[in-house]
């Protein structure tokens, strides 16, 4: 019989430290992904016995979710697609000589994700997945719709500019193959666009080379921060937000339980959350609120716990990385499900181990290592802005190899630039190009299937849960009225 004790040896716990430090360099690099080193490492440890290749897996989850919010913070390019928010307050705060505040925050308040996340995997993995799993296709397409109404909070001024913003996103995510009926939208003839946008070169282009258009056009030579060097972290000021953080890591935890959701949605929604209700936040949102980086990096770790929730208890994977996960256990001859905790218990417990060792890898290698990584922003930008440029290439043509992705990304930056110069939001952008398409596909395939009942309307929406979606959705269009009030002000 295994037990948890079973699990504390010098053996695993380095195994999962090494993980850990690849997480580090994946998730910091623009470009490279964790799903991306998760899939490598599938095929390294295929020989390895499970336990030690889901030790390795897990640190590099945990710590590659964390650690896109170091580029984020100090060059404004998130690491990750679940990093977006955290550009939003990091990045001013790293401007305003607070890179290391940002960068500890970041740590601390992930490491309460991760442990809220995992805890409820290791609690309540059953209840929460019967909810999850009880999401119909409209039901999605209402959640899609319900992240759209964070127009309002991403955009700090004009609520109109916001709503063209996500529009774009939204027509954008449309480009590619037509999941129902197979032919080519928006593509104008081009085979590479057949597959759609990539949100990774997007990102990149739309916070990173758009900043560095931005430093050029400004022509300013010095460097992002002149006070990094003096900066004093006061750890009470961080871990103060306790609250806050928990609300972000249940939001996240919930969110990652939903099947193809994911860790953007999770971010974005507890940004959305905290701006609604932090009362007196350090400084404006936008403007360099460490309640921000908080939001946004409790809710994309906590993520984690989420989607291991229906990828171990029903074999359905919550996000890519526990899709490639979930290949893994396939690759050795085993199969996550109801039986799992029986026939394999061992296997349970080194995925929530693991997430716990991972953890605390995070608060270890912060520590260690956010002094030194904060001195980037005192670098001068005649070297820097180079630097991130060739990042920037290097970290669009890492996704796929391709010199499409790399165009692709440079598009981006320029129209980036061009919208953040003319005080367009670039975030209501992201959010419609992620939520996009899932809104698409889902509203689609609700209509089809409700088609082939005897009542349509009682198909789509007579259940408990799209019900509570529907007055959801209501309530936040209706306290979203006063955005659109602001925007009949300006029309005046």
């Known amino acids: 019989m295994v037990s948890i004790a079973d699990f504390f040896t010098l053996k695993f716990f380095a195994l999962v430290f090494v993980g850990s430090l690849l997480g580090l360099v994946v998730g910091a690099l623009p470009g490279l992904t964790v799903t991306m080193a998760t899939a490598l490492l599938v095929s390294i440890t295929m020989p390895w016995p499970m336990v030690d290749a889901l030790a390795v897996i897990m640190g590099v989850y945990v710590v590659g979710v964390y650690a896109g919010a170091i580029s984020a913070v100090l060059i404004n390019i998130p690491g990750a697609p679940s990093s977006v928010a955290t550009t939003f307050d990091g990045f001013p705060l790293a401007r305003q000589g607070k890179a290391k505040t940002a960068l500890y925050a970041a740590a601390i308040h992930s490491f309460i994700g ?7 995997l290791l609690t309540v993995a059953k209840p929460v997945t019967k909810i999850a799993l009880a999401f119909t296709p409209f039901d999605y397409f209402l959640f899609a719709l319900f992240g759209l109404t964070m127009v309002g909070s991403l955009t700090s001024r004009s609520f109109l500019k916001g709503l063209i913003s996500a529009t774009i996103g939204v027509i954008l995510s449309l480009v590619g193959m037509d999941p129902v009926f197979g032919v080519g939208r928006f593509t104008f003839g081009s085979t590479s666009l057949l597959s759609g946008i990539n949100i990774v070169p997007a990102l990149i282009g739309l916070f990173g080379f758009s900043e560095v258009l931005i430093q050029i056009s400004q022509k300013g030579l010095g460097t992002i921060a002149e006070k ?57 949102f936008g403007e360099g609120a460490i309640e921000g980086v908080i939001a946004s990096e409790a809710a994309n770790n906590a993520c984690i716990g989420g989607a291991l929730i229906p990828m171990l208890t029903m074999a359905v994977p919550g996000d890519a990385v526990t899709a490639v996960m979930l290949a893994a256990f396939y690759v050795h001859g085993l199969r996550p499900g109801p039986t799992l905790f029986i026939q394999t218990p061992e296997l349970f417990y080194a995925v929530v181990i693991g997430g716990f060792v991972g953890a605390f890898a995070v608060l270890i290698l912060a520590v260690s290592l956010a002094p030194l990584l904060a ?111 602001v925007f009949r002000g300006e029309g005046r």
């Open 114 to 120: 991760s442990i809220i996340g995992l805890i409820i």
């Open 228 to 284: 990094i060097v003096k900066e004093r972290v006061d750890l009470w000021e961080i871990i103060k937000h306790w609250r806050l953080s928990i609300q972000s890591s249940l939001i996240g935890t919930f969110i990652g339980a939903l099947p193809g959701v994911g860790g953007p949605i999770a971010a974005l929604m507890a940004y959305d959350a905290a701006k609604r209700t932090v009362k007196r936040p350090s400084k404006p």
């Open 375 to 485: 001195r980037v922003v005192t670098v001068p930008k005649c070297f820097l802005l180079p630097s991130v440029s060739v990042l920037c290439v290097i970290g669009a043509y890492a996704v796929n190899n391709s010199l499409f992705e790399t165009s692709l990304m440079l598009l981006f930056g320029v129209l980036g630039f061009i919208m953040r110069m003319k005080d367009y939001a670039v975030a209501p952008l992201v959010l419609g190009l992620v939520l996009g398409n899932m809104m698409d596909f889902n509203l689609r395939k609700a209509v089809a299937l409700a088609q082939t009942s005897d009542n349509f309307w009682l198909a789509l929406v007579y259940r408990p849960i799209t019900l509570v979606l529907i007055l959801m959705l209501l309530f936040w269009l209706a306290f979203n009225l006063r955005g659109i009030k």
